[in-house]
């Protein structure tokens, strides 16, 4: 909901207000903050004040990709894009103030928008769609996996961490984005929202890092991947996943195979399952480049 009216925006903040804002409530990272963050999200007081800056959609998009993490960290306390020794903590959200936090909110909005376009923006983009032909070949993304693959982009960020979605409805997701129906912004922070991006990718245009996530890798590349890994675990599980990163849909039966493999070399690794999908979803993409 976008463009709240003033009686919208009062019962948002008489639903924040009525909150028992104890010790415990206004710490960092409660619960209640928490609700206040998602309730900022939902409200679409935030898409709306970047709209009135910036009318261009795409910039617009691009600016409230940028300002909403960072917004939910003065909300919540918590780290999400930035560094919490970078901050200032007399601009963080204070719930025990008697003043609106609508108002707060858009006056912080508008201040964050108007103080780093220049940071933010590049040159306004146009839609992928316009590029595609009457058959629906999109030339641009054959444009951007060259030249991913000519300028060394793993040279020139080794730090790339590169989560690459397992399932066939990220196939869906990929055609989305070829034809236009969704926007490399949009994606990208429906991405963050679910927890599969990684902070890394944040040095790229938005469309290259979606080609590393998303792009279907050929079968003669993937399938190189087992070889990539000196130890025996991880190849043979790199085995079991190169065939999910091609764009065909893998049968119940491979896909278990696959998630028990993860979960037994993640157990016997002691990391974390969401590090083994990302070494190898960066391994993908690095063959994707070659």
Known sequence: ???????QRDELDARIRAIDWTEQACAYGSEQRMRVAAWA???GLIEDQVQRIFPNPGQAARMVEWLQPRLMEKITGMEIVSNRSTWNEHNLWDPTRNTSFCGWLRRLTVAMGKA???R???PPERDMSAWEDDEGHNPVLDTIQ??????????RYPNLQVPRPVG???AGRWHRLKTGDIRAGELVGRLRTIGLWDGSLDVLDPQVALVLMLAPVSSVKARLLPAMFNDAMWRDTADVYWPSQTGRRLEEE???RLRRRVETLAACMRIPEWHVWRI???GMARLLTD
Do not use: H, I, K
């Open 146 to 155: 060259a030249d991913m693959g000519g300028s060394g982009l793993f040279d």
């Open 116 to 118: 780093n376009p220049e």
């Open 280 to 282: 190898l979803g960066t």
């Open 254 to 256: 491979e896909w278990d």
């Open 41 to 43: 999200v939902q409200s």
């Open 1 to 7: 909901m976008s463009g709240l009216t003033r009686e």
């Open 168 to 170: 066939v409805e990220w």
């Open 120 to 122: 933010v923006l590049r």
